[in-house]
């Protein structure tokens, strides 16, 4: 009778039963509504069903994030930055530069949207954090989740990158929420109505050139950015060069998908009770919010400079898609725009700001590690 009570109290013990906390269980609740918004909601699905099943797991059975567990090698991907430099590769492989090229003009806006990042970095300093600390944080304001990721390894703030990944893509997912009031609140219904005109044809020649003579001057000038910059702008050449359509479509497809699935467990797999329910995770989240919502704000108020100093041609809402989320963020400025008239087209010169967004993240996250010698 001794031995059947010793075997019970043994498989006992190994059930997930025996290493769940309260906190374990408002995570998995946590995970759950993520899965919902993904898939019913359809929030970005690709980024949020990866990140909340590895949430999920997490707290089921921590130690598959323990050093051995499956999920703690694809999370040393993420520490020696591969994932993200590989995402960038994707990224620039999917993304058509030619919007930028054809509107230079964009860049600006692209590089008002990143206020976010440098208000929330000083603001993150008052809140107590130490300048690294308070730099890797900052970054969420661009809703990049590969850049803040990379410069929260480079910076050796592994103890926040779970928080601090997990808020960058869950704001990334949410930016047809978060952004549209914003949006609406600092433009007024004729603005919301300019139509913009057509942008020029640009040439192959261009679009060739462009990746390369980009990487030549940001790395000259920020050489820590080359891992994100080079890898995007290769991706790109891939893509325009025409020569290399196979590394195009793999770039893009395959490896981008499977980087993914990577990334995406990963970094939802870094939310443990433990390490997520505390008083840091909840500063992040909200320093996280304020500097996208700053950044957001910026870009429409430099719309509306732009707006008002070239006579009326700019439409303020492309401002908003000058943080990094591609194409998440142009996406939203067409449909604020078609809300107010549905034959209004805004995508193409939305995309030129969020372009230029995806390299001044990448930028500022190279000025933060130049500023601390990384």
Request: glycine share 10%; net charge neutral; charged share 10%.
């Given at each position: 009778?001794?031995?059947?009570a010793?075997?019970?109290?043994?498989?006992?013990?190994?059930?997930?039963?025996?290493?769940?906390?309260?906190g374990?269980?408002?995570?998995?609740?946590?995970?759950l509504?993520?899965?919902?918004l993904a898939?019913?909601?359809?929030?970005?699905?690709?980024?949020?069903?990866?990140?909340?099943?590895?949430?999920?797991?997490?707290?089921?059975?921590?130690?598959?994030m323990a050093?051995?567990g499956?999920?703690?090698?694809?999370?040393?991907?993420?520490?020696?930055?591969?994932l993200?430099?590989?995402?960038?590769l994707?990224?620039?492989?999917?993304?058509?530069?030619?919007?930028?090229i054809?509107?230079?003009?964009?860049f600006?806006?692209?590089?008002?949207?990143?206020?976010?990042?440098?208000s929330?970095?000083?603001?993150?300093?008052l809140?107590?954090?130490?300048?690294?600390?308070?730099?890797?944080?900052?970054?969420?304001?661009?809703?990049?989740?590969?850049?803040?990721?990379?410069?929260a390894?480079?910076?050796?703030?592994?103890d926040?990158?779970?928080?601090?990944?997990?808020?960058?893509?869950?704001?990334?997912?949410?930016?047809?929420?978060?952004?549209?009031?914003?949006?609406?609140?600092?433009?007024?219904?004729?603005?919301?109505?300019?139509?913009?005109?057509?942008?020029?044809?640009?040439?192959?020649?261009?679009?060739?050139?462009?990746?390369?003579?980009?990487t030549?001057?940001?790395?000259?000038?920020?050489p820590?950015?080359?891992?994100?910059?080079?890898?995007?702008?290769?991706g790109?050449?891939?893509?325009?060069?025409?020569?290399?359509?196979?590394?195009?479509e793999?770039?893009?497809n395959?490896?981008?998908?499977?980087v993914?699935?990577?990334?995406?467990?990963?970094?939802?797999?870094t939310?443990?009770?433990?390490?997520?329910?505390?008083?840091?995770?909840?500063?992040?989240?909200?320093?996280g919010?304020?500097?996208?919502?700053?950044?957001?704000?910026?870009?429409?108020?430099?719309?509306?400079?732009?707006?008002?100093?070239?006579?009326?041609?700019v439409?303020p809402?492309?401002?908003?898609?000058?943080?990094?989320?591609?194409?998440?963020?142009?996406?939203?400025?067409?449909?604020?725009?078609?809300?107010?008239?549905?034959?209004?087209?805004?995508?193409?010169?939305?995309?030129?700001?969020?372009?230029?967004?995806?390299?001044?993240t990448?930028?500022?996250?190279?000025?933060?590690m130049?500023?601390?010698?990384?």
């Open positions: 009778m001794s031995y059947v010793e075997t019970m109290s043994n498989l006992a013990a190994q059930t997930g039963f025996a290493f769940l906390k309260p374990n269980f408002i995570m998995i609740v946590v995970a509504i993520f899965l919902y898939i019913a909601k359809q929030y970005e699905p690709l980024l949020l069903v990866p990140i909340s099943f590895g949430m999920l797991l997490v707290n089921l059975y921590p130690d598959i050093e051995g499956l999920l703690h090698y694809f999370y040393l991907l993420d520490e020696w930055s591969i993200p430099s590989l995402i960038f994707g990224v620039g492989a999917l993304t058509d530069f030619g919007p930028l054809a509107n230079p003009k964009s600006l806006l692209g590089a008002a949207a990143q206020f976010g990042i440098y929330a970095y000083f603001l993150a300093i809140l107590g954090f130490n300048g690294k600390a308070a730099a890797a944080i900052s970054i969420i304001g661009g809703a990049d989740g590969p850049t803040s990721i990379f410069l390894g480079k910076l050796g703030q592994t926040l990158m779970g928080p601090i990944a997990v808020a960058a893509y869950s704001y990334m997912a949410l930016v047809p929420i978060i952004q549209p009031p914003i949006m609406k609140a600092l433009t007024t219904k004729e603005e919301r109505q300019i139509k913009m005109e057509q942008l020029r044809p640009v040439s192959k020649t261009e679009k060739i050139l462009f990746p390369i003579v980009v030549i001057v940001v790395c000259l000038v920020l820590t950015t080359a891992p994100l910059v080079g890898m995007l702008m290769l790109n050449l891939f893509r325009e060069c025409g020569v290399v359509r196979q590394l195009s793999t770039a893009s395959a490896l981008m998908y499977i993914v699935i990577l990334l995406g467990t990963s970094v939802g797999a939310t443990s009770a433990e390490a997520f329910l505390n008083v840091s995770t909840i500063k992040i989240v909200i320093l919010l304020v500097a996208f919502a700053v950044g957001t704000a910026s870009g429409v108020i430099f719309g509306k400079i732009m707006c008002k100093l070239t006579g009326g041609k439409n809402l492309i401002g908003s898609a000058g943080v990094s989320a591609v194409p998440m963020a142009a996406r939203v400025s067409q449909k604020v725009g078609a809300e107010e008239d549905p034959t209004n087209f805004l995508l193409m010169h939305a995309m030129g700001p969020n372009v230029a967004g995806v390299i001044g990448a930028v500022a996250a190279g000025t933060f130049a500023v601390f010698g990384v």
